[in-house]
T-cell receptor, first 115, second 112 residues
Framework: GAGVSQSPSNKVTEKGKDVELRCDPI?????LYWYRQSLGQGLEFLIY????????KSGLPSDRFSAERTGGSVSTLTIQRTQQEDSAVYLC?????????????FGPGTRLTVT | KNQVEQSPQSLIILEGKNCTLQ??????????LRWYKQDTGRGPVSLTI?????NTKSNGRYTATLDADTKQSSLHITASQLSDSASYIC???????????FGTGTRLKVLA
């Protein structure tokens, strides 16, 4: 595909269940970001991957959140024991290289609803 | 603390009218500022990137301005169309990191 894709587009889960969100970045893009967007809020940084370097996990809100990026391409964001406050849109973005001068391309997001 | 603030929070205009959205930032040192358009249910899409040396940049009916001295940017939309209804987000790279600071956006609604 030409752009960043994410799946699923919508996910409804019960409180306490685990969920996995997937991101397929643009081919060749070395930098990958996960963000969370709550209603009426700006995008909140969660985690950043760059090539084979250790990820920057400084934005993860709790140890229930984790992410991995396999082979420098596809990334999975996992939320364990989901809580209602985890309900939000989770956005993935990729860029050719890290740094402010490079364009970020966003996926359509996964809307997570925890009931 | 580096911040990006946008105003107004929301705006309603009639089709064909012009409007201007504002963005103030406190990020230093400054490298660039981006404006994104986010349609409902979609990810943000870049409209323009302004670097330190640029004062004005146009993308069709969208014109962005930057005043690096006052740390202000504006996005002017000319002859608005129904399809301009969206959230407009101002973004500045966080100095010294690979992170970005996002404003909370301006939600624009264009009415027929």
């Amino acid at each position: 595909g030409a752009g960043v894709s994410q799946s699923p587009s919508n996910k409804v889960t019960e409180k306490g269940k685990d969920v996995e969100l997937r991101c397929d970045p643009i081919s060749g893009h070395t930098a990958l970001y996960w963000y969370r967007q709550s209603l009426g809020q700006g995008l909140e940084f969660l985690i950043y991957f760059q090539g084979n370097s250790a990820p920057d996990k400084s934005g993860l809100p709790s140890d229930r959140f984790s992410a991995e990026r396999t082979g420098g391409s596809v990334s999975t964001l996992t939320i364990q024991r989901t809580q209602q406050e985890d309900s939000a849109v989770y956005l993935c973005a990729s860029s050719l290289m890290p740094g402010g001068s490079y364009e970020q391309y966003f996926g359509p997001g996964t809307r997570l609803t925890v009931t | 603390k580096n911040q990006v603030e946008q105003s107004p929070q929301s705006l309603i205009i009639l089709e064909g009218k012009n409007c201007t959205l504002q963005c103030n930032y406190t990020v230093s040192p400054f490298s660039n500022l981006r404006w994104y358009k986010q349609d409902t249910g979609r990810g943000p899409v870049s409209l323009t990137i302004m670097t330190f040396s640029e004062n004005t940049k146009s993308n069709g009916r969208y014109t962005a301005t930057l005043d690096a001295d006052t740390k202000q940017s504006s996005l002017h939309i000319t002859a608005s169309q129904l399809s301009d209804s969206a959230s407009y987000i101002c973004v500045v790279p966080d100095s010294g990191t690979y992170k970005y600071i996002f404003g909370t956006g301006t939600r624009l609604k264009v009415l027929a």
